[in-house]
Structure formats: C-alpha cells, structure tokens
C-alpha cells in the first residue's frame, strides 16, 4: 500500500521559505507524477505543481515565481520550497502521487500538514 | 483559470435517499485527446481528499457501487443512489483538462 508523509515546520514567518518534505513508502517513485496541492479556507483546494520521477516540473502560473518541486529517488522522498510566504499562504499543504501526466488527479494522498505563516 | 461551480453547496439528506450535485465548467473539458478530465473527491471529516470517480464516470477501486459520474462538456453530476452515513463530508469537482487543473468549491454532504 502506498503512503506519503509530509513533514515540516508548522511556523514560517513572513517573508520567509516554506519548506516541506514528503516520504514515499510503499511503491516504487519511478514513473509517476508527484504532486503538491494545497487547502486553504480562502481559496480552498489549489494545485502548487507536480514533478515526474524524471525531474520534469510544471507550475501552478500564480506560484511559479515563488515554488520548488525536487525529488530525490534515492530517498523516495519530494520537497517543496515556497519563498517568500506571507499570510495568503497559510494552509493545510498535502502531497500526493498521481499515475500519469494526464489530470485524472491523485489516487494516493498524504494525511497533509497545516503550515501557518505569522510572525 | 477554469472555474468550476458546485450546487449545491450544501446538501442535507435523509439515510437511504438518493443524492445529486452538480458541477460546471466555464469552458469545455474535453481535452484535445478526445479525454474528458473531470474527476471526483470525497473529504471525509478531518481526512485527505479521496479521489472516487476519474474521467467523468470511472469509479476507483474499492469506491461503492452506488456512487456515479455522468455528463459531457462543462455540465457533470456525481450522484449517490442512496446515502449512507460513511457518506457524510464535502465534494469537490476537479478539472484536469486546463492548467492549472482546479477544483470546484465543494459541497458538503450532511445527514438531515
């Protein structure tokens, strides 16, 4: 059975980088898109972006400036990096894995993990 | 960004009865593939979304026969034929035919 796990500081100040990683256990990285979405009461649930065991990224356009998307399969683990967080960002982030590039969404998903971003 | 619209957004029903929400699109799903992506997901309360239909009516492993996607273009509906408890969370409609792939604003199922 597939899980991810985020984890991360659940404090950022403002201005600073949000940074969250996510373990993949259970089933091989290879081959399948690794996702970020978010979930917040304001926007509710938001697609940051996704990367492919390759390397490939593609980006939520409203985020892009600000997001990283790496993924080390030596460690079946995938991060994210958001920079320059203000308040907007504040919200329950989960990774999740999706089976092609194709948008069917995900079918496995982390139990997530609720970053807030204050001073 | 596509904007996708639920109704209702929040639906009461009594155990037993059949359920239906609605979501559109402000454009067309159908990918130049000929694929319509419009998927389901289930939250139940205080857990991960849950992916139940994908590709307008295909229903996940494991995802009770009484839960159905039908429609075309930017007009879909997931319906339960007649609900039951383990029913009860919020619904959200996803397109994933536009990047950046959206959700609709969710409808929360309650028991009356």
């Known amino acids: 059975q597939v899980q991810l796990q985020e984890s991360g500081p659940g404090l950022v100040k403002p201005s600073e980088t949000l940074s969250l990683s996510c373990t993949v256990s259970?089933?091989?990285?290879?081959?399948?898109?690794f996702i970020w979405i978010r979930q917040s009461p304001e926007k509710g649930l938001e697609w940051i972006g996704y990367i492919y065991s390759s390397g490939s990224t593609n980006f939520n356009p409203s985020l892009k400036s600000r997001v990283t998307i790496s993924l080390d399969t030596s460690n079946n683990q995938l991060s994210l990096n958001l920079t320059s967080v203000t308040a907007a960002d504040t919200a329950v982030y989960y990774c999740a894995r999706q089976p092609t590039r194709r948008g069917i969404g995900p079918d496995y998903w982390g139990q997530g993990t609720l970053v807030t971003v204050s001073a | 960004d596509i904007v996708m619209t639920q109704s209702p957004l929040s639906l009461p029903v009594t155990l037993g009865q059949p359920a239906s929400i609605s979501c559109r699109s402000n454009?067309?799903?159908?990918?130049?593939?000929?694929?319509?992506?419009l998927n389901w997901f289930q939250q139940r309360p205080g857990q991960s979304p849950r992916r139940l239909i994908y590709k307008v009516s295909n229903r996940d492993s494991g995802v009770p026969g009484r839960f159905s996607g039908s429609g075309s273009g930017i007009d879909f509906t997931l319906k339960i034929s007649r609900v039951e408890a383990e029913d009860v969370g919020v619904y959200y409609c996803m397109q994933g035919t536009h990047w950046p792939w959206t959700f609709g604003q969710g409808t929360k199922v309650e028991i009356k």
């Open positions: 259970g089933g091989s990285i290879n081959s399948y898109y």
């Open positions: 454009e067309s799903l159908v990918d130049s593939d000929g694929n319509t992506y």
